[in-house]
């Protein structure tokens, strides 16, 4: 027997229950613990409401030669459906889906934003209730986690991270493709450009900033010295995760404004400003 | 100089009930000066546990207004002016006397964690390690064992019978911080899977909220926890690097009792 075997105690069943101090209560909290999941659950719901009514709408998502601009809506990029306007379809597409192409799409950003690390928290706390707050009794009677189907599916945030890597560089490329102005001079930039632009610049922050990035690019190793390049990776990536939770809400809010923008360029409320 | 009426959990095991103490505060005082304030007037019975009085013990964990926090570390002027100020004992553990609480689970937890087992030293008997290597778990180091990740974390706090699988998250910066140890040589990730419930956790980071060190305990231990157990368990093309490269992973019980005894290997 070694050394540390001789010293090491076994382990003794652990003795479970036993009467708890405190009051019955939900929680002794008097501060403004409510505000935050309530804001969270609204702010989540809104986008969830207009993101759903927006994919369905499958028009007014492009803005194209016509209007001298090369604008679509981030909702709607890569447009691979066979009812995609001529502007905005790619050489490929799927020939046999006639829906809207953002319910296709949008699987991507949803998966990658439902199984996101900051996001579980955001919704298990207002939604879920559980805990709605620090402090404050979580709302169900049994508890099991991530252990079990369904919420065991969020271990495949990485997969999700990976795919939505690649749209992050389809609408890099239509933020590129938004200096172009058919028929009006060639290349400018206009609001639409800007927006476009900053809404692909938030997208790859948030991705980058993803916990599972920051695992893939580097967490993953125990010696970092024998790993120089992932731990440069590593270290890039680390003061970015920490501002995960906001580049979530920058993204998320951007995204939503970006189709907006687009949606109202396109259906004629008002046109696109040109910069220069 | 104010008044200040403290409302004090007063009991043991078989019921209690709040009591109230107006109390003089002076300026620049915490809630652990009032307490003793409290003790050396109306309640010289009162129960509390409390060493250092500069946040380094981790003795005196209780909850402040519902929070848990260091009455040591709590100033007075940071509570609402006005307002009676609720102190209870931490709500996870079983009570033992006013707000003292038996706080032994989490020590079995700790019995329960296979300890450092490093690979052999170098040649000439050295270990070698670069800053780079170790700073991970140096943040993990300056844990003060308050316990008061353990006792805001719903997992255990709400559902009791939670504890017997379930490390909590004083035990997961342990974990991390040998998993990420360079020399380290043991594979916790099944046993962190299947017997100390790193999947119960859903990242509602109230443990981050309360560490008085300010250790970053979801996002630098249990999220990396969580992927080295997806590394570990869910993710198929993990699955196939090992099988291609004909690497292992240790079973939970191979890890449970993993032990490597290095010095006495190179004395044989």
């Known amino acids: 027997m070694s050394t540390q075997e001789g010293i090491r105690p076994a382990p003794v069943p652990l003795v479970l229950g036993g009467a708890r101090g405190g009051p019955n209560v939900k929680t002794l909290r008097k501060d403004a613990w409510k505000r935050t999941p309530l804001f969270t659950a609204i702010y989540l719901a809104a986008f969830v409401i207009y993101a759903t009514w927006a994919a369905f709408q499958n028009g007014n998502y492009y803005v194209g030669a016509s209007a ?54 955001a919704y298990y706390r207002s939604f879920w209730l559980s805990p709605p707050a620090c402090g404050v009794a979580d709302s169900h009677a049994k508890y099991t986690g991530e252990t079990r189907f369904p919420l065991i599916l969020q271990n495949i945030h990485r997969y999700f991270f990976v795919l939505g890597l690649l749209l992050n560089i389809i609408l890099t490329a239509d933020a590129i493709n938004a200096f172009r102005m ?5 290349i400018g930039v206009s609001v639409g450009t ?23 690019c580097g967490g993953n190793v125990k010696q970092f010295s024998k790993h120089p390049i992932k731990y440069r990776f590593w270290k890039f990536v680390t003061p970015l995760n920490g501002r995960h939770m906001q580049l979530a809400w920058a993204s998320l809010t951007f ?8 949606r109202l360029v396109a259906s004629g409320v008002f046109s696109d400003p040109k910069i220069f | 100089m104010a008044e200040v009426v403290m409302r004090i959990w007063r009991g043991d095991s078989d019921g209690g009930q709040f009591e109230e103490y107006p109390t003089e505060v002076y300026e620049g005082e915490v809630v652990l000066d009032v307490v003793h304030h409290v003790q050396a007037g109306p309640a010289p019975d009162l129960a509390c546990r409390w060493n ?47 707000l003292v609480t038996d ?15 490093p690979r052999e030293p170098d040649a000439d ?70 017997e100390m419930g790193i999947g ?65 290997s190179k004395s044989q």
């Open chain 2, 200 to 264: 119960f956790c859903n990242i509602t980071k109230c443990c981050t909220e309360v560490c008085p060190e300010h250790i970053k305990i979801t996002d630098n231990a249990i999220i990396p926890l969580k992927e080295r157990v997806v590394d570990a368990s869910y993710d198929p093309i993990s699955w196939l690097g090992r099988k291609i490269t004909r690497r292992t992973k240790k079973s939970a019980a191979e890890a449970a009792n993993y032990r490597t005894d290095p010095m006495m």
């Open chain 1, 255 to 262: 995204v939503a404004l970006s189709d907006l923008y687009v």
């Open chain 1, 194 to 216: 800007l927006v476009l632009c900053v809404n692909a610049i938030l997208l790859w922050a948030y991705s980058i900033s993803c916990h599972a990035c920051r695992h893939l």
């Open chain 1, 68 to 121: 001298h601009r090369d604008l679509i809506s981030p909702f709607y990029s890569p447009c691979i459906a066979a009812s995609c306007s001529a502007g905005a379809r790619g050489s490929f597409y799927l020939h046999w889906w006639t829906y809207s192409p953002a319910i296709v799409i949008l699987i991507i950003p949803l998966g990658f934003r439902v199984t996101c690390y900051y996001y579980r928290k």
């Open chain 1, 182 to 186: 058919p028929g009006d001079g060639g």
């Open chain 2, 125 to 194: 008997g050295i270990y070698r390690m670069q800053q780079i290597d170790v700073e991970r778990g140096q943040e993990f180091r300056k844990c003060i064992e308050c316990f008061m990740c353990q006792d805001v974390c719903h997992v255990i706090r709400d559902h009791e019978e939670n504890k017997t699988n379930y490390a909590g998250p004083r035990m997961f910066i342990r974990y991390m911080e040998l998993e990420s140890h360079p020399l380290d040589t043991n594979d916790r990730r099944e046993l962190l899977r299947q």
């Open chain 2, 52 to 98: 250092c009085k500069a946040g380094k013990c981790g003795s005196c964990s209780a909850e402040i207004n519902g929070l848990p926090r260091l009455m040591c570390m709590t100033r007075m002027d940071t509570l609402p002016e006005g307002e009676p100020v609720t102190i209870a004992p931490m709500r996870t553990f079983p009570i033992i006397r006013d």
């Open chain 2, 103 to 117: 706080v032994s689970f989490n020590y079995e937890m700790a019995r329960r964690l296979p300890p450092f087992a």
